[in-house]
C-alpha cells in the first residue's frame, strides 16, 4: 500500500511539474507584453498539424490573416517553441536582406557524426554553414551554370522522348516530371552517366520513416534529440547516396581533363572535403527534388484547366524557338518571357517552401515598435500567406501569369514574392532551379497538349502530411501531340 501510494504521488509530482513547464513555456509571449494568438495546451497554435490534419500553411495563413496591418510581427508557438511570424514587408526585408547577420541560423536539427550528409547548407548553421556558403558560392555561379547548361538540355531531349506519339486519356504527370528532374540530378550532381534504377528508387526512399511528429520533437528539442541518437533519414539510404557520390569522385579523379559535366567538378575545385561534397550533392534530392517536381507538375496542372493560356505560351515557344533556328540556347531561354511568368505565377500560387525560418543570432531593435527580437527567437515568415494577401495579389486564387509582366512586378515589393528565400540563407541554387524548370517546361510544351481528364483531381488538394506544399495523389492529365 505504501507503495502504490509512493508511485502514485511521484507520478502526481511528475505530472504536475510538466504541467508547470508547458504553461511556463506557452506562457512567453504574455509575460513579454508582445502582441499573440492565444495557443492551445500542449498543441500551441498549431494543432492538427504534427498529425498531418491540416497543412502547416495552413495554420500560418490563419494566423497572418487575423493579425496582419495590426502590429509587424506576432508571437505565436508551435508545439511549445515559441516563433514569431513577421506580418510586415519591411520587417522580412531587414530580417532576410539588410541585416541578415543578425539572423544567420535557422535552427534546424543536423547531426553529422550520425548522419553525415546531414552536413549539407540547409541544415547546418554557426560558423560551419558560413565557411561551406562560402566555398559553395563560388558552385553556383552564373557562368559556372552556363557551362552546366549543353549537358542540362540533353537531358531535357528525354522529356519529349518520353512523351513519344501517343494520345493518352490519363498520364501521370508527377511521374514523368519526377523522371526528366532524377536524371538531372543523377548526372549533374551525382555524375551518373547512364540509367541507375536504384538511384530512382532510392530518392523516393530517404525519408521512409519520416514522421511528422518525430521530426517536430527533433526541432524542439535538438539536445534530446542528439542524446537519443534521432535520425533523420533512413540510413541504409544515406548509406547508399554516401558511398555513391565517394565513387563517383573516385573515378572523376582517375579521369585527367574532363569537360565540365558536373557540380561534383565544381566542389571539388571550391575545395571542398569529400564528405562535405557528398551532404552537397544530397542536398539535390533533399532540397532540390519535391520543389522541382511539384512546381512542373501544378503549372502542366493549371495550364490544362485553361487552354486559352496553355495556347499562348506553346505560341511564344514555338515563336521564340524560331527566332533562333530551333536552338534553346542561353539566349533563347532570356526572351520566353511568358514562360518565365507563367513559372513565377505557380510559385505564388503553390509555393513548395511555405514558410522561411530564421533565428536570431543577435539582438534587433524593430523600427517603431518597443519590442525587440532577442537572441535565439525563433522567427517564421509567412510565404505561402504572402503569396496569396488579396490586398498584394488581387484574387489571389485565380492562376493568372499576367501578375508577373514586369511593370507590375515594379510596382511589388521584392518582399511579396519569396518561392526562393532571399538574401544571406536564400537558396543557393535558384537560377541553376529556374533553368531547370524552365526547359522542362519547353520540352513538355512544345509539341504536347495537356488538359483534364477522368483521373484529375479538381481542385486539387496538398498533402496535410509533407512539410513541404505538394499534391496529395498524382496529377493525371490527358496528353495529345501537336503539330506546330
Ligand atoms: C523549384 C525549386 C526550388 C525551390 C522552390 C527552392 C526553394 C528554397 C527555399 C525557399 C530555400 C530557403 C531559403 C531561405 O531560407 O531564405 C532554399 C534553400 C536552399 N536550397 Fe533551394 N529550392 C529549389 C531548388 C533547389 C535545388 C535544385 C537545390 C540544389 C542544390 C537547392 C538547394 C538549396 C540549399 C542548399 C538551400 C540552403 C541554402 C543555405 O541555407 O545556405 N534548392 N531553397
Not at 229 to 236: A, F, G, K, N, W
Request: overall charge positive.
Amino acid at each position: 500500500m505504501e507503495l502504490m501510494q509512493r508511485v502514485f504521488f511521484t507520478a502526481l509530482s511528475a505530472l504536475t511539474v510538466c504541467y508547470a513547464l508547458i504553461k511556463f513555456s506557452l506562457g512567453y509571449w504574455k509575460r513579454r507584453g508582445i502582441l499573440h494568438e492565444k495557443p492551445k495546451f500542449l498543441w500551441g497554435n498549431i494543432k492538427g498539424v504534427v498529425s498531418g490534419k491540416r497543412h502547416i500553411s495552413e495554420a500560418l495563413h490563419t494566423i497572418y490573416e487575423s493579425y496582419k496591418g495590426r502590429a509587424p510581427f506576432v508571437g505565436c508557438y508551435a508545439l511549445l517553441k515559441p516563433y514569431i511570424l513577421v506580418l510586415d514587408l519591411k520587417l522580412a526585408q531587414q530580417i532576410l536582406v539588410s541585416h541578415a547577420g543578425h539572423f544567420t541560423s535557422r535552427g534546424l536539427y543536423n547531426n553529422v557524426d550520425l548522419e553525415p550528409l546531414s552536413g549539407n547548407l540547409l541544415q547546418l548553421d554557426g560558423h560551419k554553414w558560413r565557411s561551406l556558403h562560402a566555398q559553395s558560392s563560388q558552385v553556383f555561379t552564373n557562368s559556372n551554370i552556363q557551362k552546366l547548361l549543353p549537358r542540362l538540355l540533353q537531358l531535357s531531349r528525354q522529356l519529349q522522348f518520353r512523351l513519344g506519339e501517343q494520345k493518352l486519356q490519363g498520364l501521370n504527370i508527377s511521374k514523368l516530371v519526377n523522371g526528366y528532374n532524377t536524371d538531372v540530378i543523377a548526372a549533374l550532381a551525382y555524375g551518373l552517366l547512364g540509367e541507375e534504377p536504384q538511384f530512382n528508387q532510392l530518392t523516393h526512399c530517404y525519408w521512409q520513416n519520416f514522421s511528422l511528429w518525430r521530426n517536430y520533437l527533433a526541432l524542439e528539442f535538438p539536445l534530446l534529440a542528439r542524446l537519443f541518437q534521432h535520425r533523420s533519414y533512413e540510413p541504409s539510404v544515406m548509406d547508399y547516396f554516401h558511398k555513391l557520390a565517394l565513387t563517383q569522385l573516385d573515378q572523376q579523379r582517375r579521369r585527367d581533363r574532363q569537360p565540365l559535366q558536373t557540380f561534383l567538378q565544381l566542389y571539388t575545385q571550391a575545395e571542398l572535403r569529400e564528405t562535405q561534397i557528398a551532404a552537397q550533392a544530397f542536398s539535390f534530392i533533399l532540397a532540390g527534388l519535391s520543389p522541382l517536381n511539384a512546381t512542373l507538375s501544378f503549372c502542366l496542372y493549371e495550364l490544362a484547366l485553361q487552354p486559352e493560356l496553355q495556347e499562348r505560351l506553346r505560341t511564344e515557344i514555338n515563336k521564340v524557338l524560331g527566332q533562333h533556328k530551333g536552338e534553346l540556347t542561353a539566349e533563347c531561354l532570356q526572351d520566353l518571357i511568358y514562360a518565365k511568368q507563367t513559372l513565377k505565377e505557380t510559385l505564388r500560387l503553390h509555393t513548395p517552401y511555405a514558410f522561411l525560418i530564421r533565428r536570431t543570432t543577435k539582438d534587433f531593435e524593430v523600427a517603431k515598435s518597443v519590442f525587440m527580437l532577442a537572441r535565439g527567437n525563433n522567427i517564421v515568415i509567412p510565404v505561402a500567406a504572402i503569396h496569396r494577401d488579396p490586398s498584394i495579389y488581387a484574387d489571389p486564387l485565380r492562376f493568372d501569369p499576367d501578375r508577373f509582366n514586369p511593370s507590375a512586378e515594379l510596382n511589388r515589393s521584392a518582399m511579396s514574392f519569396l518561392p526562393f528565400g532571399a538574401g544571406l540563407r536564400g537558396c543557393i541554387a535558384q537560377q541553376f532551379a529556374e533553368k531547370q524548370l524552365l526547359i522542362g517546361l519547353v520540352n513538355l510544351l512544345q509539341h504536347h497538349k495537356y488538359a483534364p481528364c477522368a483521373e484529375t483531381q479538381i481542385p486539387l488538394q496538398y498533402d496535410t502530411r509533407k512539410l513541404l506544399l505538394v499534391p496529395k495523389v498524382d496529377i493525371q492529365l490527358s496528353v495529345e501531340r501537336v503539330s506546330c
